[in-house]
C-alpha cells in the first residue's frame, strides 16, 4: 500500500529542496506572526484555534513558527478568528514590507475590480 505524505510535508519538501526564495520565507513569517497576534487579541488560546479551524496541531504550530502555509488553511484559520485573509498578509512591524499598500488596494485585487478602478 502507498501512502501520501498530507499535502503540508509536501510543501516542505518541495521548500527545502527548491531553495525558497527569502522573500517567500518572510511571508510565512509574517503570516505566522500575524496569526498569532489575532489569537492573542481575542484572547484565543491556541487549541481553540485549532477546534475553531480544523487545522490539525503539528500544522498549526509549524504555521505560527513562519512555516509554508496553504491557502485552504490561512482560509480556515482566518475564518476561525473572524478576520479576512488578507488581513493577516499585513505587517505589524514596519521593518519588514507590506504585500500591498492597504486592506482595500488587496479587497480590489482579490475581487478582479483593480482594473475597473483604473
Do not use: W
Amino acid at each position: 500500500m502507498n501512502k501520501k505524505p498530507c499535502q503540508d510535508k509536501k510543501i516542505a519538501k518541495v521548500m527545502r529542496k527548491e531553495n525558497v526564495p527569502d522573500r517567500v520565507k518572510a511571508v510565512y513569517k509574517i503570516l505566522g506572526k500575524n496569526i498569532s497576534i489575532q489569537r492573542i487579541n481575542r484572547d484565543m488560546e491556541i487549541s481553540e484555534l485549532i477546534t475553531k479551524s480544523g487545522v490539525s496541531r503539528p500544522t498549526v504550530y509549524a504555521i505560527l513558527k513562519g512555516k509554508s502555509i496553504s491557502v485552504e488553511n490561512l482560509v480556515k484559520l482566518a475564518d476561525a478568528l473572524n478576520v479576512h485573509p488578507g488581513e493577516l498578509f499585513f505587517s505589524h512591524d514596519e521593518k519588514q514590507a507590506r504585500l500591498f499598500r492597504s486592506f482595500e488596494e488587496f479587497k480590489r485585487y482579490s475581487l478582479g475590480q483593480e482594473s475597473a478602478n483604473k
